[in-house]
C-alpha cells in the first residue's frame, strides 16, 4: 500500500517534467525538413543537412521563449517562414479539406463498385446457344463432363 502511494505521488510529482522535449517532439514530427528529402523534420537523415539543424534550433528556441505556450502558433511562424509544405499533414481547415476527405470518398466508391461488378456477375443470365437450347448447370454439367472423361479414356 505503500509503494502504490509513493508511485502515485511520483507519478504527479514528475507528470510535467520532460514537457518540453515532448512538445519537441510532438511538434518536429508534425514538420517536414525543406531540404527537399521528404522526411519528417526530426528523422531527417542527411549528413550535414544545414535545413532540419536550422529548424530543430528554431524550434527549440521557440520552445524555450516560454511565451509560445500554443503549439498552433509556433507551427503558425514556421508556416509563415517556410510556406506551407513545411506540414507534415494538411490542416482541416478550407480546401485542405478535400485531402483529408477524399481517400474516405475514393475508398467507398471502390467498394460499391467491387459489390456492384461481383452482384452482376452473380446474377448473370445463364449461357444459351444460338438455335435457343440452354446449356445445362450444376450437376448435369457435371455428370456430362464425366461422360466425356470416361469415352475419351483409351
Known amino acids: 500500500m505503500l509503494h502504490a ?8 510529482l514528475f507528470m510535467g517534467a520532460g514537457d518540453d522535449s515532448a512538445r519537441f517532439k510532438d511538434l518536429g514530427h508534425r514538420m517536414m525538413c525543406t531540404c527537399g528529402c521528404s522526411q519528417v523534420l526530426l528523422e531527417c537523415n542527411h549528413v550535414g543537412c544545414q535545413s532540419s539543424d536550422k529548424m530543430r534550433n528554431q524550434l ?3 520552445l524555450d521563449k516560454g511565451d509560445n ?3 498552433d502558433l509556433i507551427l503558425q511562424g514556421f508556416v509563415q517562414e517556410y510556406g506551407p509544405t513545411v506540414m507534415a499533414a494538411p490542416t482541416a481547415t478550407g480546401f485542405n479539406r478535400v485531402a483529408w476527405i477524399m481517400p474516405f470518398v475514393a475508398l467507398a466508391f471502390g467498394i460499391t463498385f467491387v459489390v456492384y461488378v461481383v452482384h452482376s456477375w452473380k446474377n448473370r443470365p445463364a ?11 450444376g450437376s448435369e454439367l457435371d455428370e456430362l ?8 479414356d483409351l
Not at 449461357?127 to 448447370?137: C, E, F, V
Open 5 to 12: 502511494l509513493i508511485l502515485t505521488a511520483a507519478v504527479f
Open 60 to 62: 527549440l528556441a521557440a
Open 69 to 71: 505556450n500554443n503549439d
Open 127 to 137: 449461357p444459351a446457344l444460338a438455335d435457343g437450347i440452354a446449356i445445362p448447370q
Open 145 to 152: 463432363r464425366q461422360k466425356a472423361r470416361k469415352e475419351t
